[in-house]
Each structure stands twice: as C-alpha cells, then as structure tokens.
T-cell receptor
Framework: KNEVEQSPQNLTAQEGEFITINCSYS?????LHWLQQHPGGGIVSLFM???GKKKHGRLIATINIQEKHSSLHITASHPRDSAVYIC???????????FGKGTKLTVNP | NAGVTQTPKFQVLKTGQSMTLQCAQD?????MSWYRQDPGMGLRLIHY???????DQGEVPNGYNVSRSTTEDFPLRLLSAAPSQTSVYFC???????????????FGEGSRLTVL
C-alpha cells in the first residue's frame, strides 16, 4: 500500500520567511500533485510534477523520483499563504490518487 | 467557465435516509472522482470514473453508489445514510489519465454532510 507522508504537520512562520513542506511516498508514481486548501474549505491545484522542478510566482515545487520525495517551497511568505497544503500521488499505471494528511501553515504578520 | 460544480453545499440527513450529491464539470474531462475528508485523515477516494459508462471503487466505497451516464455528470448516491458517513465530500476532475498523465486537478467546493 502506498503511503504518503507529509512533514511537518503544522508550521507557524513569520511574514517574509522561507517555507519548506516535505512529502515522501513509498511506491513508484506517475505524477505528484501539490494542493492548497483554504480555511473556507475549497481546494485548488498548485502544481503537478512528474520530474524536476516547477515555479509559479513565490511557489516552487521539486521532486526527486529516485528518493521518492517532493518539496514545496514558499519564498517571502505572507499571511494570505496560511492554508493547508496537501500532497497527492498517482501510482504508476493506476488511476487512483493517494493523499497525505496535509500540512497546516500559519503565517503571522 | 464554471469548472466543477458540486451540490448541495450542506445537508443534514437522518439515519437510513437516502440522498444524491451532484457533481458536474464543463471541461470535457474524462476522469472524475469522489473523496471524503475527515478530521486527521487525508482525502480518501470513494469511487472514480475514467469515462462515461466506466466506474470503479476507491479506498472507501461501502455505502456509496455512483454512475457515469454522461461525460459531464458524476453523482454520488448514499442509499441508506449512516452516522459514519458524516463527512465533507469533494468531487474532482482531471483531463489526464494514467496513460496521458497531463491532468491538473479541479475540485468542487465541497459538500458538508451530517447524518444524525
């Protein structure tokens, strides 16, 4: 069974700090997603990765397929980045997604 | 562009009642799925579909039925609601499959269901 582990579970930062959230998984995958869930509950897709690195604004996502590990970085964090960040992986050859439990980020002004 | 539309947003049921959560997408996505989100747990897959007429079970399918008669719609049916089905439900769609692997995920806004 594929396990998706995220760390840390909770993270509190001061505005402007550099944030890193980690995701590890146990089996081969075809894709990894990073999602953001706001306090209101809605979920939006941030990145889909199958290799390398992607950047969108202040967000950067990286994946190391050999080490079965991905990181989400937020540069110059802002209170509006406060949310739960969720990692999800699609196993190779499967249509199913397996989700981590999420990392709750709070950025204080 | 509406994206993924999910209704209702809130519902209270009594044990044994039935109901249907509606999900519709206007992006011509092949892959649609239903998840439940419970405190302290990650999103868990209930059922999914890779195209009209094709459905399959996810991790927690018991107590739920689905059908996919059109590309746009993927309703989730609770035939006899139980308190254990109290949860927040999300519908999602993506343009990708395991073969094409192109798909960004699009989620509905969620449905909060309480079963008394």
């Amino acid at each position: 069974k594929n396990e998706v582990e995220q760390s840390p579970q909770n993270l509190t930062a001061q505005e402007g700090e550099f944030i890193t959230i980690n995701c590890s998984y146990s089996v081969g995958i075809s894709a990894l997603h990073w999602l953001q869930q706001h306090p209101g509950g809605g979920i939006v897709s941030l990145f889909m990765l199958s290799s390398g690195k992607k950047k969108h604004g202040r967000l950067i996502a990286t994946i190391n397929i050999q080490e079965k590990h991905s990181s989400l970085h937020i540069t110059a964090s802002h209170p509006r980045d406060s949310a739960v960040y969720i990692c999800a992986v699609r196993e190779g050859g499967s249509e199913k997604l397996v989700f981590g439990k999420g990392t709750k980020l709070t950025v204080n002004p | 562009n509406a994206g993924v539309t999910q209704t209702p947003k809130f519902q209270v049921l009594k044990t044994g009642q039935s109901m249907t959560l509606q999900c519709a997408q206007d992006m011509n996505h092949e892959y649609m799925s239903w998840y439940r989100q419970d405190p302290g747990m990650g999103l868990r897959l209930i059922h999914y579909s890779v195209g009209a007429g094709i459905t399959d079970q996810g991790e927690v399918p018991n107590g739920y039925n689905v059908s996919r008669s059109t590309t746009e719609d993927f309703p989730l049916r609770l035939l006899s609601a139980a308190p254990s089905q109290t949860s927040v439900y999300f519908c999602a769609s993506t343009s990708g499959t395991s073969v094409l692997n192109t798909g960004e995920l699009f989620f509905g806004e969620g449905s909060r269901l309480t079963v008394l």
